[in-house]
């Protein structure tokens, strides 16, 4: 792939334009990285302190009594907007895997076939999480089976 970068002194807004043959993952992935950069993600640590949550670094989200729990490799942070606005902020590299649980597709270590057709991933970083009846036709379309 190409890349040009312009400077001009003088422009009001900076944007990107790309130019495709057409949209592949790839390009929707430098997109969503593109228009995310604005928005940042934060939660309260244990000690009540606000600390910035690198997207990447998120495993998976759970709403809890009307706000948000968010887990990562090595801690997990109280957030105060709702679930669903942390979904709206985040990538294609997210999935909402139930009512109340999103997980980010590049830490699931292993998938299991479990009771009633459901599934179980098992998150790099130990946990645990089921997808439900009404979000795993979607799963299954993005695992390939």
């Known amino acids: ?23 592949t993952d790839e390009i929707t992935r430098i997109s969503d990285f593109l228009q995310s950069k604005d928005q940042v993600i934060t939660g309260t640590d244990e000690y009540e302190r606000i600390v910035v949550i690198a997207e990447s670094d998120i495993v998976s989200l759970h709403a809890e009594k009307k706000r948000c729990r968010i887990y990562t490799d090595t801690a997990n942070y109280s957030c105060r907007k709702r679930l669903y606005e942390i979904e709206n902020m985040l990538g294609r590299d997210y999935m909402r895997i139930s ?47």
């Open 99 to 145: 009512k109340s649980i999103i997980v980010n597709l590049h830490k699931i270590e292993s998938v299991e076939a479990v009771f009633n057709g459901m599934l179980l991933l098992r998150m790099k970083n130990g946990s645990k999480e089921y997808v439900s009846r009404t979000y795993l036709p979607k799963m299954k379309e993005y695992l390939g089976i």
């Open 1 to 23: 792939m190409k890349v040009n970068i312009v400077i001009e002194p003088d422009l009001e807004e900076e944007y990107t334009e790309i130019h495709v043959r057409e949209i």
